[in-house]
């Protein structure tokens, strides 16, 4: 073997690699773990080659320091906006701290992004609950006479946004006046 086909197969590796990084980084501000996830992916797909994995991870590994070092990745604001979306959107804290963890963001940053949610908003489950409640149809805003035929299915879909149950008891039990006081607050 020539070592010079290989060191610049290495640097085309590495170039093509980096170049795919800042298109993903353009269009869609992910979490360092999303970003190796894709890359990784590409790499199986596309470049296969005479690297092994352990050097192929090593490349995106310096990838993703670099970008970090320059400012392109940071996984403590993605997940501060991230958690902000999601509760936007009517997410439960559990359902939204599932998520970060699923998107591969450290537990100590999850614990910082919760925390200061939980700092600027009154109680972001029972808000969040009301968000869910009018974006689904669902408890306070059925007529009356379907109330109690929905209770169970309406406790459902709270539980399984993660909802706890005093929070979704305490949202199905609103009268439609004081529940549509409290859409006009939020």
Known sequence: MNPIINKKDFEDLSTNLRDLAYGYIEK????????KVFLLKKYLMKFRGMQTKKEVSEIIDKIILNLEDNKFLND???????????????????????????????????????????????EPDFVSAIKLCKKRRIGPLRPDANRELFYKKDMGVLARAGFS???????????????????RII
Not at 90 to 105: A, E, H, P, T
């Open 165 to 183: 149950f005093e929070i979704s008891k305490k949202i199905l039990s609103l009268d439609k006046k004081e529940y549509e006081k409290l859409i």
């Open 28 to 35: 869609y501000s992910p979490s360092k773990q999303q970003l």
């Open 76 to 122: 403590e604001l993605y997940s501060d906006s991230k958690a902000r979306t999601l509760l936007r959107r009517g997410y439960s804290i559990r359902k939204i701290q599932q998520s970060l963890f699923n998107k591969g963001i450290d537990g100590e940053l999850i614990k910082k992004s919760l925390n200061r949610i939980k700092e600027n908003n009154i």
